[in-house]
């Protein structure tokens, strides 16, 4: 079964950045992409951007395009999502998430999630 | 990228429908099919029930329905339970290469 893995919460000091792991089984990585959502609490979800798996090229949301940086090993079958000068309101849960099939623009299956907290 | 539109909150008793709207502009819903749907449980993860405007994935219920005109996309929930009280986001691609999110429904089931 398709399975996304995500690394463990973190605490963050203001102007730290953070990786956030996301290893995933169960398919074939390489066919699929991964898109990072994330949610600030109480609040909707909010695309990042998104990873094309095989070659890496990347498209990201232009609220953090200057702070981003979306990644995959296709050895382990992981994708990382980095994200620099942290601020307060970076908290909220992050979540890895593979699209649906070729063509398609949704999300299928989703990570855990990883609470990021930014606090001084 | 604005966030899509969606009313705050929505209710009804067991049995009836209720419809959520979600409206963009022509740069997202009134532009592409791929508008999709997703439910969420406190403290868990969204989950798609609707894809490409009103393609069920497999297991979904086919109480959940959508349809799309313009800017504005519909989830219609038929047959209300207990257990669809939850929240309820739309999302669409949009012409800047992009994905947008709209900013919740809460489904009430009174």
């Known amino acids: 079964q398709v399975q996304l893995v995500q690394s463990g919460a973190v605490l963050k000091r203001p102007g730290a950045s953070v990786k956030v792991s996301c290893k995933a089984s169960?398919?074939?990585?390489?066919?699929?992409?991964i898109s990072w959502v994330r949610q600030a609490p109480g609040q909707g979800p909010e695309w990042m951007g998104w990873v094309n798996t095989p070659n890496g090229q990347t498209q990201y949301a232009q609220n953090v395009q200057d702070r981003v940086t979306m990644t995959v090993d296709t050895s382990t079958a992981t994708a990382y999502m980095d994200l620099r000068n942290l601020r307060a309101d970076d908290t909220g849960v992050y979540y890895c998430v593979r699209d649906g099939p070729a063509g398609e623009i949704f999300f299928e299956y989703w990570g855990q999630g990883t609470l990021v907290t930014v606090s001084s | 990228q604005s966030a899509l539109t969606q009313p705050a909150s929505v209710s009804g008793s067991p049995g009836q429908s209720i419809t959520i709207s979600c409206t963009g502009t022509s740069s997202d819903v009134g532009g592409y099919h791929h508008v999709s749907w997703y439910q969420q449980f406190p403290g868990k993860a969204p989950k798609v029930i609707l894809y490409?405007?009103?393609t069920r994935p497999s297991g979904v219920s086919t109480r959940f329905s959508g349809s799309k005109s313009g800017d504005t996309a519909s989830l219609t929930i038929s047959g209300l339970q207990a257990d669809d009280e939850a929240d309820y986001y739309c999302?669409?691609?949009?012409?800047?290469?992009?994905?947008?999110f709209g900013g919740g429904t809460k489904l009430t089931v009174l």
């Open positions: 490409d405007v009103s």
């Open positions: 169960g398919y074939t990585f390489t066919s699929y992409g």
């Open positions: 999302s669409s691609y949009t012409s800047a290469s992009t994905v947008v």
